[in-house]
């Protein structure tokens, strides 16, 4: 008798492969048009106005060019750069002839995507090549089980600790992408003090969604939403920061009550089955294999780890730093650990090479998902999406309508799950709406926020498949884990919006 075959969840691969074809789908269904945008030439001190249909006129730099296409904003939040993509002019959205995306254009969208995304996924490797160096000399084996001795009894400071350090991360600066560095460090010291993988992504990653959910300076989403609204960021400011402070200690108190049940029982983990393969993966210390001491040489080799990381935060957030200077950095300390360790020249390029390869996958991850966006920019769908979205709110009781607008731009965020691309595309069409319903636009904006915060949790074209596959756990064994969260938090933040409306 044949046995029958288990059916399993698909790859990420295959997830983000069936959300391109539904995307593609979209481009022959949907009338494709677009907003006429407006965008600030530095070179040559003009405004440049491109129509839909692409023609473009350039128009002088000030206040009343702004006021004469609608767009509330200071003429400095141009000119400073503060706005610096194209803004959608209200008003102005014209249909245009359709663009279908066929097959041609589906199978070139993952190499499209990893054109458009070399400069993260480079970053990724040499993430990847950086942590094979380190691991070689044994150090990361040696640290973690120090650690665990040391937090012996005291292993939720460990989550409260790096949830909230993420989190404000988020709020501040937008940190997400930079996270896929975290994944390899933090992972085996989770799993040395008894809990599973899925506590170690749970800290790390809902740590930065619920951080950027309630931006209280981020310059990627607050500042940017509300310069686009013609509003200042401070506006709207203390509800988001009631969002950021009892939002984080949602989020921890959760992620608490899961790790301490599957650390007193480890069959109740979401992913018992993978338990074995998981703890092989990055506990690399075996019966055979003798942990180093941790001496002098090894607490050098892991203050050079953990200050590269500290770095790269302070070079993001106060120096302007992005994925060059970052990777630099990162080839630079393997270079530096190796030196240290005298790796031979020889083993330096092996270890170096395997740790990349390690990543490779999370690398086209990321790559292939930004394919997806691309498909549905190039069929002209992203700004119909916009028109559609804000028909809908139109004419509807305060409560309703910021409830729905939040719920809107969650999903336009499935679809632009860039905080800044999102923002200069809505905020300049749907703040206005909020005059006629008499809301203020801060509440928007902070609409805006929940909304795509709440889809960052869970959407393929985020960040969530490539912090998976960093340790090999399936999108539906998440949902099961973060679905009950959201549910909290949409409860929350809806309670939120409406304080903000009838207050």
Same mark, same amino acid.
């Given at each position: 008798?044949?046995?029958? $075959? ?11 492969? %069936? ?11 949907? *009338? ?53 993509? *194209? ?22 969208? *993952? ?12 970053? =990724? ?35 409260? %600790? ?12 937008? #940190? ?14 989770? #799993? ?57 200690? %949602? ?5 608490? $009550? ?22 092989? $993966? ?98 002209? %769908? ?57 809301? *203020? ?22 960040? =969530? ?23 909290? #938090? ?12 009838? #207050?």
């Amino acid at each position: 008798m044949t046995k029958k $075959k288990k059916l399993q969840f698909p790859t990420a691969y295959t997830i983000l492969f %069936i959300v391109a074809v539904m995307v593609a789908v979209l481009t022959w269904v949907m *009338p494709a048009g677009k907003y006429d945008s407006l965008a600030y030439d530095s070179g040559s001190n003009v405004f440049t106005v491109t129509s839909a249909t692409g023609e473009a006129m350039d128009y002088p730099p000030t206040q009343e060019t702004l006021d004469k296409f609608g767009i509330k904003a200071e003429l400095s939040k141009f000119v400073d750069g503060d706005i610096w993509k *194209p803004v959608g002019i209200p008003g102005t959205y014209t249909e245009l002839p359709s663009n279908p995306q066929g097959i041609k254009e589906l199978f070139q969208s *993952p190499i499209n995507g990893m054109y458009e995304g070399v400069d993260i996924i480079i970053f =990724i490797l040499i993430i990847g090549g950086f942590i094979g160096v380190v691991n070689h000399t044994g150090a990361f084996d040696s640290g973690i089980a120090h650690l665990a001795k040391t937090l012996d009894g005291k292993e939720k400071w460990l989550i409260i %600790i790096i949830t909230s350090l993420i989190a404000l991360g988020g709020t501040s600066f937008g #940190l997400a992408e930079e996270t896929i560095a975290f994944y390899p460090i933090l992972v085996p010291v989770f #799993l040395a003090v008894g809990y599973d993988a899925m506590v170690a992504v749970a800290s790390i990653y809902v740590g930065s969604s619920i951080g950027t959910m309630a931006s209280t300076v981020n310059p990627f989403a607050t500042i940017m939403a509300s310069n686009a609204a013609g509003i200042n960021w401070t506006s709207g400011i203390v509800g988001r920061g009631i969002m950021l402070v009892v939002g984080t200690g %949602i989020c921890i108190l959760y992620i608490i $009550k899961y790790a301490e049940k599957v650390k007193r029982d480890p069959s109740k983990s979401l992913i018992f089955a993978q338990k074995e393969a998981i703890e092989k $993966k990055f506990l690399h210390a075996t019966a055979d294999k003798e942990t180093r001491e941790y001496d002098t040489r090894t607490k050098l080799v892991l203050a050079i780890f953990a200050l590269s990381f500290i770095v790269m935060i302070y070079g993001v957030s106060k120096l302007g730093w992005w994925f060059l200077e970052m990777t630099t950095l990162f080839f630079v300390a393997s270079i530096v650990v190796a030196v240290i360790e005298r790796i031979d020249e020889r083993a330096f390029v092996s270890e170096f090479i395997n740790g990349a390869r390690d990543l490779l996958g999370v690398a086209l991850i990321v790559g292939i998902a930004r394919g997806v966006t691309m498909i549905m920019d190039h069929g002209l %769908i992203s700004d119909t999406m916009l028109y559609y979205a804000s028909n809908i709110v139109n004419g509807m009781g305060k409560g309703v309508f910021i409830n729905v607008m939040m719920v809107l731009f969650a999903g336009l965020s499935f679809f632009v799950p860039s905080s800044s691309g999102l923002a200069v595309l809505s905020m300049p069409v749907m703040a206005p709406l909020a005059d006629v319903i008499g809301v *203020p636009r801060e509440v928007v904006v902070s609409a805006y926020q929940y909304g795509m915060g709440m889809m960052a949790f869970i959407t393929p074209t985020g960040l =969530i498949l490539a912090s998976l596959m960093m340790v090999d756990v399936t999108l539906d064994k998440w949902f099961k884990f973060v679905m009950p969260l959201l549910g909290i #938090l949409f409860v929350f933040t809806s309670g939120l919006l409406l304080t903000g409306v009838y #207050l």
